[in-house]
């Protein structure tokens, strides 16, 4: 088998980011859930758009700020989502080409618009998300090349995805391919009630077909339906023995456990600097952990790597790092 020329193709949302802070007071307003990720249609989303106050532009999409971080990290990616030919749509294009990340899917002409999250920052940095999914959704197999799947060493699909039925086939699709090509299967739950909606067709994955899960505190709660954190930590070695997979596990201001290979490392967060907005702290913690298993570093350091870029995106507003992750690696010798 040849050897892997990409170290992550990713398949998600392609989303671009619309920020704003706001106070407790506009979330109760406007009827928003704190800290969560709430599917809206169109008229909804440019309601919101029109209220927020000083709102700014970011290309996001869970999967899509996670291959950010692997580039930014000196790593080579590819982004596997769907984007209307629009003024969003190009938006989300130009960041995808100024990150250095392989591209290729091709643009909508007609159909919904580019799907786009108004993310609402209140004053303790919890994020609380909107999100109509416009093109997204119409994510379907015929996008996946076989090929540009077993040319990545990991394939990683974000959880999300199976919530439009079409983007489910495109998933197995890519996954047949990794597998014939003998590469790894990431996949991170996304939120809990993600998991609510999808846990069966999760653990199903982790029987089969998962090397590497992502997830927060919450998500491995809700996917096992433990009552605690440490119920779960143990559900998860359970799964890891008995499959050789590996779990990368955040756990917000306690940093972040790490069990696979008859390991368990728990890992520090790093802070880069004050907390500001918690909008791809997930997404970037699965860029370095993703980087360092595509580069062959141990467990605990791969961790480390999730933290330090978790810790810098955390201190500004938006999913994407404003400073060189892998200067910030080298400084903290992890590259």
């Not at 800290?35 to 919101?48: P, S, Y």
């Not at 998962?210 to 930590?233: P, V």
Request: charged share 20%.
């Amino acid at each position: 088998m040849s050897q892997p020329r990409i170290d992550v193709a990713a398949i998600g949302n392609a989303i671009v980011d619309v920020l704003a802070h706001v106070d407790d007071a506009f979330l109760a307003r406007h009827g928003i859930a704190k800290g969560g990720m709430t599917l809206i249609d169109e008229f909804r989303a440019r309601t919101l758009e029109k209220e927020l106050p000083g709102a700014t532009l970011a290309p996001g999409g869970s999967a899509a700020n996670t291959t950010s971080g692997v580039a930014m990290l000196g790593g080579s990616a590819r982004f596997i989502g769907r984007v209307k030919d629009d003024f969003l749509g190009q938006s989300f294009l130009s960041g995808l080409n100024a990150a250095g990340i392989h591209y290729s899917t091709p643009m909508s002409s007609t159909g919904s618009p580019t799907a786009r999250c108004v993310i609402a920052i209140t004053p303790d940095a919890q994020r609380s998300m909107n999100t109509y999914l416009g093109a997204s959704v119409e994510l379907d197999e015929s996008v996946i090349a076989p090929e540009e799947i077993a040319a990545a060493a990991i394939f990683y699909i974000e959880g999300y995805l199976w919530d439009p039925p079409k983007a489910i086939a495109a998933i197995r699709k890519g996954m047949a391919a990794a597998k014939a090509a003998n590469r790894k299967i990431a996949l991170t739950l996304s939120d809990s009630f993600c998991v609510g909606r999808h846990r069966a067709a999760f653990l199903d994955l982790m029987a089969s077909d998962l090397a590497i899960l992502f997830a927060n505190e919450a998500e491995i709660i809700s996917l096992f339906e433990t009552a605690d954190f440490d119920g779960a930590l143990q559900r998860v070695r359970a799964w890891s023995d008995a499959t050789g997979g590996i779990a990368a596990l955040t756990r917000s201001e306690k940093g972040s456990v790490v069990a696979g290979r008859g390991e368990v490392h728990v890992i520090d967060p790093i802070v880069q600097g004050k907390l500001v907005d918690t909008t791809g702290a997930g997404d970037l913690y699965a860029a370095g952990f993703l980087f360092g298993i595509a580069h062959g570093h141990d467990l605990a350091a791969c961790g480390r790597l999730g933290s330090l870029c978790a810790g810098e995106v955390i201190t500004h507003v938006g999913p994407r790092p404003q400073k060189d992750l892998k200067a910030l690696a080298r400084a903290h010798g992890l590259l």
